[in-house]
């Protein structure tokens, strides 16, 4: 099986800019996840997408959005950039026991 | 999800048994027990996972104590490949599906 991949592997943005990351599950995988990852906060859980529902939210700001398709394809949107959100972001989607299994990741960095 | 706390580093020789513990002492009956690694740049890698028994595949053993309230998760022959950070994460399986509390691991150096 393919495992989950993510577009673009990197990204650079500038202050107030948007950006829009995407992420293919696992085939036959319905649940995906959002991670970010920085050096000071470690890995922080950004939100949930079950059947094009979101079903667990972390505690970001609004500016942190995402979706679901109906193919279990994820995208997820950054609004208004700031130098924070520079980031390793992550993807995941989850086996029968809720195991998750990750991408390798965008590498987002805000100038 | 229940707390858990791992040593902050560990070194092991190549070849030798990695054995990393993991205190998870105010976990409850239907969480679950799973191991994740993350090698420097790369996404978390899923290793393994267990309730109560004892479980092993072709990446490490989980040893899951009676009352479980620890585990340890066993590479059997570590080798320069296993250097990564190693996260214990204890929650349940179904509710908050897809959402993993990571803390801040345990790095495992594998020296030659």
């Known amino acids: 099986k393919a495992g989950v991949t993510q577009t673009p592997r990197y990204l650079i943005k500038t202050r107030g800019q948007q950006v829009t990351l995407s992420c293919s599950p696992i085939?036959?995988?319905?649940?995906v996840s959002w991670y970010q990852q920085t050096p000071g906060q470690g890995l922080q859980f950004l939100f949930e997408y079950f059947s094009e529902t979101q079903r667990n939210k972390g505690n970001f700001p609004g500016r942190f959005s995402g979706r679901q398709f109906s193919n279990s394809r994820s995208e997820m949107n950054v609004s208004t950039l700031e130098l924070g959100d520079s980031a390793l972001y992550l993807c995941?989607?989850?086996?029968?026991?809720?195991?998750?299994?990750f991408g390798p990741g965008t590498r987002l960095t805000v100038l | 999800d229940a707390k858990t706390t791992q040593p902050t580093s560990m070194d092991c020789a190549e070849g030798r048994a990695a054995n990393l513990p993991c205190n998870h002492s105010?976990?409850?009956?239907?969480?679950?027990v799973y191991w994740y690694r993350q090698i420097h740049s790369q996404g978390p890698q899923y290793i393994i996972h267990?309730?109560?028994n004892n479980e092993t595949n072709e990446m490490a053993s989980l040893i899951i104590t009676e009352d479980r309230k620890s585990s340890t998760l066993i590479l059997p022959h570590a080798t320069l490949r296993d250097t990564a950070v190693y996260y214990c994460?204890?929650?349940?399986?179904?509710?908050?599906?897809?959402?993993?509390?990571f803390g801040d691991g345990t790095t495992l150096t594998v020296k030659p």
């Open positions: 105010t976990i409850s009956g239907n969480e679950y």
């Open positions: 995941a989607s989850s086996g029968v026991y809720n195991e998750q299994f």
């Open positions: 267990g309730l109560k």
């Open positions: 994460i204890v929650r349940v399986a179904i509710t908050n599906a897809g959402k993993s509390t």
């Open positions: 085939s036959g995988h319905r649940s």
